[in-house]
């Protein structure tokens, strides 16, 4: 009966891995300047329009420091981190409601429940704890005190 179930959530699992890709790389098709074919100069078919070019923006353009950096990753990390976050409580909560009182599984729970709690108070302190090693290369004379810029 446990191995249907582990089939249940890795099929599940799989489902929405691809369900994801697939959605993923919809967003990647080319634009087009909607003008339709042009006719080729030796009469021979036509081709297609040349595809729009789109430029690139850069995701770190207001980024002049190192301190800028850390922060730019902690923010993608948390933002990343909020989502699995929630997943993990909602897995957590079936592993309760899964448990019906058996005592090695709702051992088994509070366990999953407690790195949870761990890993999401991690996630929310991850700013201090940027602070604080940068405070820490600082005064230990790692890093000269100009390299970390406080303007982001």
Known sequence: MKILKKYKVVSLLTIFALASVFAV???????GDGGGSTPRPDGGGSTPP???????????????????LLYKFVDLAIFIGVIIAVFMFFWVGFKFVMARGNETELADAKKWFFYAVIGTAILISSKVIVEVLKNTLTNAGVVKEGQFNQNQ
């Open 25 to 31: 790389n919809s967003a990647f098709a080319a634009v």
């Open 50 to 68: 040349p595809a729009k070019i789109v430029p690139l923006q850069n995701p770190l353009n207001n980024i002049n420091s190192i301190d800028g």
